[in-house]
């Protein structure tokens, strides 16, 4: 049996979650989304320490298919990037890299993505001081 990267078991999960909320039995609603999202934050966060960089957009494609585009894609995006690690939980440059990567790679498609990681980890108000 072949051996799986990190990477593809990380999709393969993101998958199984699309999957079930696309099968949900009841009615589908953004709060049910989120739950999915914050259900990721683990496989999210050792992504990131792996040097593995999230595609959020390709999540967000994903669970709003899933979910029949009934939960807006800006705030899906921005869920998901509120389980990223802080800066200051990493270890090495190859991973703060890839939280940028990760990072830019939604503010490109929704500006106010860092701008809003920003004032979640206090970073604007470090910089003031």
Same mark, same amino acid.
């Given at each position: ?5 990190? +990477? +593809? *078991? /990380?999709?393969?999960?993101? @998958?199984?979650?699309? =999957?079930?909320i696309k099968q949900y039995p009841g009615e589908i609603y953004? +709060? *049910?989304?989120?739950? $999915? $999202?914050?259900?990721?934050? +683990? ?10 960089? $999230? @595609?959020?957009?390709?999540? %967000? ?9 009934? %939960?807006?894609? !800006?705030?899906?995006? /921005? #869920? ?7 800066? #200051?939980? *990493?270890?090495?440059? @190859? ?9 830019? #790679? %939604?503010?490109? $498609? =929704? ?7 920003? !004032? !979640? ?9």
């Open positions: 049996m072949q051996e799986r990267s990190l +990477e +593809e *078991l /990380f999709w393969i999960a993101i @998958d199984g979650w699309a =999957h079930g953004p +709060e *049910l989304v989120y739950r $999915v $999202v914050k259900e990721l934050h +683990e496989d999210i966060q050792l992504a990131i320490r792996c040097n593995i960089i $999230v @595609d959020v957009m390709l999540i %967000v494609e994903k669970f709003s298919a899933a979910a029949k585009y009934l %939960v807006p894609e !800006k705030e899906l995006a /921005f #869920n998901i990037l509120a389980q990223l690690p802080s800066p #200051n939980q *990493l270890k090495t440059e @190859d991973q703060l890299f890839t939280l940028a990567q990760t990072i830019d #790679n %939604v503010e490109k $498609v =929704h500006s106010g993505a860092i701008s809003r990681l920003e !004032k !979640k980890w206090g970073m604007g108000q470090q910089q003031a001081a």
